[in-house]
Structure formats: C-alpha cells, structure tokens
C-alpha cells in the first residue's frame, strides 16, 4: 500500500476550486484516489494536526468481528450521536450480523470511536 501523498492531495483540492466543471471532477478524483490509495478514508484525512507531514498509520483492524461489534454496540450507546451516524452505526451493526462488513467501514468505526473518545 502506497504511502499517503499529502502534497498530491493539496494539489487535487486546489484543482477542485477550477472554474472548469472537468477540471474540478478530475481534482475531486484524484482527491479520492490518493486517499484511498493510501488505504485511508477522508476520516482519516479531515482529523490531521495541521503541519503534520503524512497521516498517522490506520488502527489495525482485529481479526475477530466481534471487537467490531462491541465497538459498535458501544458508539450506538452514546447519546451524542446524530440521527443520521446512528442510522450507519445501526447498519453496521446488521452487516456485523451477517459478516458483511467491509474493511473500509471497520476503518471508519475505529476512526469514528478514536475521534469521539478525545473530544
């Protein structure tokens, strides 16, 4: 897995604010591919420290989804959550069910639950 490019990032968002509708699609592509790439989500991204040179290494996932779906269970306890992050939480929680859940959205939960627990 690629290394997260931040210059390459800053340089497609620039790209966005294009008067050109092509040019800001293209930006907003490259945007997403460099971050994905790098195995992130804009979660990841969006919650840097500004002048940090590349992101933090994402929270090893457990190889057990039983871990996830405590971590769910317990985010879905809060009662700071908006309607709309415990809808997804909640059908999280049904895909955990079935063994559906992808690894990006188990990269999510973590980084969900690490963002509320320092605020």
Do not use: C
Not at 48 to 74: H, I, K, N, Q
């Amino acid at each position: 897995m690629p290394e997260f490019d931040r210059p390459a990032l800053l340089a497609a968002l620039h790209q966005i604010a294009s008067d050109d509708a092509d040019e800001a699609l293209a930006g907003a592509r490259a945007a997403l591919h460099v971050v994905t790439d790098a195995g992130l989500t804009w979660e990841n991204v969006i919650v840097l420290v500004p002048g940090e040179e590349s992101a933090p290494a994402p929270a090893p996932l457990p190889a057990d989804a039983g871990d996830d779906a405590a971590l769910v269970a317990a985010l879905l306890a809060r009662s700071d959550l908006s309607e709309e992050t415990r809808k997804e939480l909640t059908e999280f929680q049904q895909e955990l069910a079935g063994g559906a859940l992808s690894e990006m959205d188990r990269r999510y939960i973590r980084a969900l639950a690490q963002r509320l627990a320092s605020a």
